[in-house]
């Protein structure tokens, strides 16, 4: 079955019959979708309603709802209270993942973020991609070296001419829109999969509340960082184009050992191994995208 990723951009009443989410907008009539053919909703304009009743099947069914602001960015995700049987059991082994665990896991996920970042820049031509992945031995336990931001100086510079990150450009609000939807999803699954999504592995805000989102975002940063490279327009205006363009990032796919998976599948898939690993303690439990930079294709 195919599931659908719905971005919902017009005024609209979204309700729900039979199981379906029911889209109607005006002069267009209504338009019927099984709620279990979907994957996500975003919902992009104030003038959008949507039924309790919806949100409650929509909780039911799995399907991810994400709230845009008046800046088009994502701000909130819906999931529902009771979404596994063992939450409070898998909390408490979540507490009780040792700091040398979290410090490897760390490690690996870095590792992992520039090896992808190498093979984006070897993808675009830049030969600095043999100086990123001659860094990838260099990251030591908990990345005490900070190589991430060494590597991430380098990567930026060349990924995006006469850029800066956070600053108010085009590129890095595009960059944050790619990010957010990411964000949102993960958040999701790790409530799915029982996780506290506010204690994370190197991340320890005290006014964050999605932590270890922020985490495990590092594994998929790539996609959305190749997807703004490969956009041909110019202008300086966020636009409805715009986003249209990067909600297609949930079509990307994403290379593991044992073959490819659409970007949210991917998300659970590394989310579920992330849950292997706090029960168990054993960090090789976790699961990363597989990147060569010898063969690399980009699949965003």
């Not at 609000?173 to 592995?201: C, E, F």
């Amino acid at each position: 079955m195919t599931f659908q990723n719905l971005l919902i951009t017009k005024p609209s009443k979204l309700s729900c019959a039979n199981n379906c989410l029911v889209v109607t907008q005006r002069d267009e009539g209504a338009v019927s979708i099984p709620l279990n053919n979907i994957n996500l909703i975003l919902i992009d304009n104030p003038q959008i309603t949507v039924s309790s009743f919806l949100m409650q099947q929509c909780v039911e069914n799995g399907v991810i709802i994400i709230c845009c602001n008046d800046k088009h960015m994502p701000e909130g995700v819906m999931y529902g209270y009771n979404t596994h049987f063992q939450a409070s059991r898998i909390l408490d082994m979540q507490i009780a993942l040792s700091i040398p665990a979290k410090k490897q896991l760390w490690k690996s996920i870095i590792q992992n973020k520039i090896l992808s970042q190498a093979c984006n820049l070897c993808y675009i031509g830049s030969e600095k991609y043999s100086n990123i992945a001659g860094y990838i031995n260099e990251v030591k336990s908990g990345d005490v070296g900070n190589i991430e931001a060494i590597c991430a100086r380098v990567y930026f510079s060349e990924m995006f001419k006469n850029f800066r990150r956070f600053d108010d450009d085009k590129i890095n609000i595009m960059l944050n829109y790619g990010y957010s939807l990411i964000r949102s999803t993960i958040a999701k699954y790790l409530v799915v999969s029982g996780l506290n999504p506010a204690m994370g592995i190197m991340h320890r805000n005290q006014f964050n509340n999605f932590n270890l989102a922020d985490d495990i975002i590092e594994l998929f940063r790539y996609i959305v960082d190749m997807k703004v490279y490969n956009y041909s327009k110019q202008d300086d205006i966020f636009t409805k184009d715009d986003r249209v363009y990067l909600f297609e990032i949930f079509e990307a796919k994403v290379q593991f050992d044992d073959g490819s998976l659409n970007l949210i599948n991917a998300i659970e898939k590394v989310i579920q191994s992330f849950q292997r690993v706090v029960k168990s303690g054993n960090v090789k439990e976790l699961m990363t995208p597989i990147h060569k930079i010898d063969k690399y294709r980009i699949l965003a």
